[in-house]
């Protein structure tokens, strides 16, 4: 697979190397002085095409033609739409995904400019945040379909609501998927009629809405007190 | 009218003032506060410090009820990608990007927008009134690729037709002639008298043909 990453910036570096790793065709645009100089530390110097990853004459030159997929990363929200929007209607290239820099400006990221998929770093970081801090002790092991569904882990504390339920009772099944249990270092497949038992650590594959309702049936009893802090009155 | 300058530039702020002395509403949008120190200080306007590309600036800039957009910033792609959003996203039905870098005017036209390039538009007139002094231009068509100019016949040309002189020129053609205070839709069989004013719209190549056939008379 071919791919053109126009930005050497981190996360154009960052993600050049990965493809890279993966067998990946890679050529990365980037016209910035300052970065280039390191880029050619980090990368293979024919993978590197100097240029404005915005002008189409460069694009064309570093073979946007043959490319299934580009990545618009730089650090300049307008100049990732623009490049999209040369990318499909200049060169029909059949894939499109861009960085959003700021996320004020993610509203255009669509097919407006032909978009076909957008990444908004400091919205997918203050999600994963905010999911950490909501669901207690739920570990978010990966994510799939763009943040929508997630792998997580999570293990069943003394007294949750959920220890004794037959698992096909627990009324789950349209957004969560308890895929494993683990008991005592063992892992297990679950079925319907399955229960867990305190100590019991699970994986499961849930909607944001399933993970909050797997949250509730293991959550603790009580709210855990904070340490150093007083029990209000 | 309502309309919505984004940049206020030494373009956006003359462009500002020029629409405010005819009378509209205007909202001049920059990222920079500082930037408004440019507008003149007889404009009355608002002005609005924040991103043009922000869903929340467009609409506090009036958006829905603009009658037409400038992009007028130091950035292609930011000019390019505003302008396209007003037109597509809000439907405006006047729009302009400007073109600041003249390498990067291919972008803008590919989202098939109006664009003026400042930059290279005043470079080709610099260039013109170098290379000959004598015509004159009086309009410039889109990015100044063609334009109207305004010649003297000559002495050497008297008594011979319109015909004769633009024939052989290929981007040249004849849009007015004035004679004596008066003007007429020149015809080819027309014969030219001296001192005769006639405009041409032509490219940049045919009026230079043009001026040498002047110089030179019917024989060369």
Known sequence: MNVLIA???????????????????????????????????????????????VDPSVLEAAGIRDVHALAAVTSNDSTNLAIC??????????????????????????????????????DVFAHLIQEEMSLGDMMTIFKIRRGNY??????????????????????LAE??????????????????DSTLQAGDEIIAVASPEGAQKLSDFLAFPVYPMRHGKKEPH | MNFIVVGCGRVGAELCYHLFKRGHQIVVVDINKEAFNRLHPDFRGRTLEGEGLAEGVLERAGIHE???????????????????????IYNIPNVVARNYDPNLRAVIEAFGLQTVGSTYWGAQRVEELLMSPSQRMVYSAGNGEVEVYEVQIPEKWDGHTLEELLEPLKQCYPVAL?????????????????????????????????TE??????EA
């Not at chain 1, 997630?150 to 009324?171: F, Q, R, T, Y």
């Open chain 1, 7 to 53: 930005g050497g910036g981190r996360t154009g570096a960052r993600l050049a190397n990965l493809l890279i790793n993966q067998n990946y065709k890679i050529q990365l645009v980037e016209n910035r002085r300052e970065l280039l100089g390191y880029l050619h530390q980090e990368l293979p110097t024919e993978l590197i095409y100097e240029g404005n990853p």
């Open chain 1, 85 to 122: 929007y040369l990318g499909k209607t200049l060169f029909d290239v059949p894939r499109t995904i861009a960085r959003v820099n700021n996320p004020n400006n993610a509203w255009l990221f669509n097919q407006n400019f032909h978009v076909d998929v957008s990444l908004n770093s400091a």
């Open chain 1, 150 to 171: 997630s792998v997580i882990e999570e293990k069943v504390p003394e007294g949750a609501k959920a220890i004794g339920i037959p698992l096909k009772d627990m009324d």
């Open chain 1, 175 to 192: 957004h969560c998927v308890i895929a494993a249990i683990i008991r005592d270092g063992v892992m297990a497949l679950p079925r319907g």
């Open chain 2, 66 to 88: 603009a009658d037409g957009l400038a992009a007028v910033t130091n950035s292609d792609t930011l000019n390019a990608v505003v302008a396209h959003a007003a037109r597509i």
């Open chain 2, 178 to 210: 004035s004679r004596a205070g008066h003007s007429l839709l020149p015809e080819s069989t027309l014969r030219l008298q001296a001192s005769d004013m006639l405009d041409v719209s032509s490219t940049f190549e045919g009026i230079g043909a043009l």
């Open chain 2, 213 to 218: 056939r002047l110089s030179k008379g019917l």
